[in-house]
């Protein structure tokens, strides 16, 4: 399985659907896209693959090997699906799993990688539309090949000092860039502007980087974090709570 490298939409997202900050920038730029009419091309790119060469043990908090893991059986369903139902199918498989993963009670209790199973992927599946026996995929790692050459291809993009999300806009001569990292979601004349700014930055030719690793925790309920509050700062050097640079 090889990757379709094809610049037919208007922006090519990169996602890991375990990454808070890429569910929070794609629902951001659905809002967009519906706005300025864009087509998106919902692609891979896999955080427990591009950080196999580290320790997880001695660089990430407890849990990140187990929740990374999930991401990727949940690429492999997408893998599968895409395979099978083309390229159109993603973006609703994706909005299904993000539903179930960040739209729900805080995490406490649960076991670090519960986002991987079984059960969460056949009711993505149903909802978006697509059969339930492809949530088997969870395990076929013969998938991991095309997710690893997907997400190389989002690092030749940006470079590899990285997290999720990247975007490439206008593909594939474009701007790509990591990023926008938000923990807010704004509103529809918010995300207009928003994505005037970014673009616009990323399109001067001497442009380089933007950053900084403090970040609010999302507002997301799986994050613990109400709509009308704010969540607390906390430091995501290295584009995760890692606990070594």
């Keep these: 399985m090889g990757v379709d490298t094809a610049g037919k939409a208007d922006i090519n997202f990169y996602f890991d659907p375990i990454c808070p900050f890429a569910w929070m920038t794609s629902t951001w730029i659905r809002i967009v ?4 009419d864009y087509t998106v091309d919902w692609r891979f790119i896999s955080l427990r693959l591009i950080n196999s060469h580290l320790d997880y043990d001695s660089h990430f908090p407890e849990g990140y090997d187990a929740q990374h893991t999930a991401g990727l059986r949940l690429l492999r369903v997408a893998s599968a699906a895409r395979e099978k139902h083309g390229r159109d199918a993603i973006g609703a498989l994706y909005a299904a ?6 739209q729900t009670a805080p995490d406490e209790g649960r ?3 519960w986002q991987g199973n079984a059960e969460l992927a056949e009711a993505a599946l149903a909802e978006a539309g697509l059969p339930v026996e492809l949530a088997a995929a969870l395990d076929d790692t013969s998938r991991d090949a095309e997710i ?12 590899k000092d990285v997290g999720t999300p990247i975007l490439h806009f206008e ?11 938000i923990s807010r979601l704004p509103d529809e004349e918010q995300a207009s502007v928003l994505w005037d700014h970014v673009v616009g930055l990323a399109r001067f030719p001497g442009f380089a980087e933007l950053k900084r690793s403090l970040r609010e925790r999302p507002q997301l309920p799986s994050m613990g974090v109400p709509e009308a509050e704010t969540g607390r700062t906390e430091d995501w050097h290295g584009g995760s709570r890692r606990l070594k640079k």
């Design 148 to 159: 690893q050459a997907e997400s190389d291809e989002a690092l030749s993009l940006t470079g």
């Design 97 to 102: 799993f993000g539903a179930r993963i960040f």
């Design 111 to 113: 076991a670090p990688g």
């Design 33 to 36: 896209q519906a706005q300025r």
């Design 171 to 181: 593909p594939p001569e474009g701007v790509a860039f990591f990023g926008p990292v």
